[in-house]
C-alpha cells in the first residue's frame, strides 16, 4: 500500500506540467502587455488552471515574473560563466575582447530561445521598483565575475572605472535586446557581434586620452 503522504510519479508530472502552463502563459502575457497590465487571473484563464494554481505554485505575480525571468536567464547565465571558465583554465587573465566575447556570445543565433530578447527588453522597461530587485538577483553573480575578469584584463585601469565601463557595454546590449537593428533580429550573429566590437572599444579606450584627427 502507497503512502499517501508521498506524491505518485503521475501527480508529480501534473503538478510540473501546471507550473509549466503557468510559466507559458504568463511569459506570453508579460512580454504582449507588461507586467502591470497583466493580471493573475489573466494568466490562469491562459493556462487553463484554476487561480489558486498560480499562487500555490508561485507564491505572488511579482513570484511569477521572477521564475519566468529565472527560466529563461539562467541558462543564458550559465552558458556564459562556463564560457569565461574556459578561458580562465588556459589564460589566468584573458584579454578584454575574450571576456567580452564570453558575456555576449550565449545571446548569438538559434541557441537563444525568440521571446528571450523580447521579454528582457519588457524587463528593463518596467519600474525600477519591479525590475531592479529581478535584475540584481538574476545578473548580479554573473556582473561581478565578468567584472573581476575584465579588471584583471586591464590592471591600470581602476575597478570603478570597469564597472562603469562595463554598465555602459551592458547598456548597449539592452537597447539591442529592446530594438533590434533592423534588418537584424536582436540575437542575429551579426549584430551580436557588433556589439562586441562596439563593447571592446569602450571598455579598453581611454576617454582621456588625446583624440586622433580624422582624416579628411
Known amino acids: 500500500m502507497s503512502d499517501p503522504a508521498i506524491p505518485s510519479p503521475a501527480a508529480e508530472s501534473s503538478s510540473s506540467d501546471t507550473a509549466t502552463r503557468i510559466l507559458d502563459a504568463a511569459e506570453a502575457l508579460f512580454v504582449e502587455h507588461g507586467f502591470a497590465a497583466t ?15 498560480t499562487h500555490y ?13 529565472h527560466r529563461r536567464v539562467a541558462p543564458i547565465n550559465v552558458a556564459r560563466l562556463e564560457l569565461l571558465a ?19 556570445a550565449p545571446l548569438r543565433g538559434s541557441g537563444t530561445p525568440a521571446v528571450v530578447p523580447r521579454l528582457m527588453g519588457r524587463l528593463f522597461g518596467e519600474p525600477e521598483r519591479i525590475s531592479r530587485p529581478l535584475i540584481e538577483r538574476q545578473f548580479g553573480e554573473t556582473f561581478e565575475r565578468f567584472t573581476a ?5 586591464m ?23 529592446r530594438t533590434g537593428a533592423p534588418p537584424a533580429t536582436p540575437s542575429d550573429p551579426d549584430a551580436i557581434g557588433q556589439l562586441i566590437e562596439f563593447a571592446v572599444a569602450g ?13 579628411p
Open 39 to 53: 493580471s493573475v487571473r489573466a494568466i490562469a484563464a491562459r493556462a487553463e488552471v484554476n487561480l489558486g494554481a
Open 57 to 69: 505554485h508561485f507564491g505572488s505575480k511579482e513570484g511569477l515574473l521572477g521564475a519566468v525571468i
Open 86 to 104: 574556459g578561458l580562465e583554465a588556459t589564460e589566468p587573465a584573458p584579454g578584454a575582447r575574450a571576456v567580452l566575447g564570453a558575456f555576449f
Open 149 to 153: 575578469a575584465l579588471a584583471r584584463a
Open 155 to 177: 590592471p591600470g585601469v581602476g575597478s570603478q572605472e570597469i564597472r562603469w565601463r562595463f554598465h555602459f557595454a551592458i547598456g548597449a546590449m539592452i537597447h539591442q535586446l
Open 203 to 215: 571598455i579598453e579606450r581611454d576617454p582621456r586620452a588625446p583624440q586622433q584627427e580624422p582624416t
